[in-house]
């Protein structure tokens, strides 16, 4: 497995679109989190899911904002109507449960989306 | 609720000279601490992670960590900078008893001079 994959890599749209981000976790892990993050900032906490149910929604992820895991495998995060201030590098990370002895999150090279 | 600090935004240090990065934590219960580096245009990197063994971990190229649960810390420290050392690093907690999520600090930039 060669990590986490995400795609894709660069996006540059107007304003008023909507995009559309996949990820591809680690094959064996069944979390997968979504993050995003601003110049300068560390990473934020948006979601995540074990399998295919998303457990947790941080209140960044407003109504505009949608991820799904369809089958508990990949997952897509998709953002109606951007707006400037959704430009940012959207990461996904993926994880065994807490409590599995080597638990730690694999982050994969992100999304860099640009609003115009 | 979990939180992270780290009491630095930049840290500037020669060549050969230690590395003291600081985090200090929030969390009610025993949580898992980490400390990812992130290189400019590269992905996140784990440097070291502890997970209730040892209190002192040790890490990829030369990074350790020691956890301190009586100061709620877990700095990270180096005897000898590199230069490809510079990077941004990221402090990190997570706790199953907050829902596993993990928790990012806002980081510190670490500048290495020749």
């Known amino acids: 497995d060669t990590g986490v994959s995400q795609d894709p890599r660069h996006k540059i749209t107007k304003r008023g679109q909507n995009v559309t981000f996949r990820c591809d976790p680690i094959?064996?892990?069944?979390?997968l989190y979504w993050y995003r993050q601003t110049l300068g900032q560390g990473p934020e906490f948006l979601t995540y899911f074990q399998n295919e149910a998303q457990l947790e929604k941080s209140r960044l992820l407003s109504d505009r904002f949608s991820a799904e895991r369809p089958k508990g495998s990949f997952s897509t995060l998709e953002i109606q109507r951007t707006e400037q201030g959704d430009s940012a590098m959207y990461l996904c990370?993926?994880?065994?449960?807490?409590?599995?002895?080597?638990?730690?999150?694999?982050f994969g090279q992100g999304t860099r989306l640009t609003v115009v | 609720a979990q939180s992270v600090t780290q009491l630095d935004s930049h840290v500037s240090v020669s060549e050969g000279t230690p590395v003291l990065l600081r985090c200090n934590y929030s969390?009610?219960?025993?949580?898992?601490l980490f400390w990812y580096v992130q290189h400019p245009n590269k992905g996140l990197q784990l440097l070291l992670k502890?997970?209730?063994?040892?209190?002192l971990v040790k890490g990829i190229n030369g990074f350790e960590a020691e956890f301190k649960k009586s100061e709620t810390s877990f700095h990270l420290t180096k005897p000898s900078a590199h230069m490809s050392d510079a990077a941004e690093y990221f402090c990190v907690v997570s706790d199953e008893n907050y829902g596993q999520n993990f928790v990012f600090g806002p980081g510190t930039r670490l500048s290495v001079l020749p």
């Open positions: 969390s009610s219960y025993s949580p898992s």
């Open positions: 094959s064996e892990h069944n979390r």
């Open positions: 990370a993926s994880s065994l449960p807490l409590g599995y002895p080597n638990t730690e999150a694999f």
């Open positions: 502890y997970t209730s063994a040892a209190t």
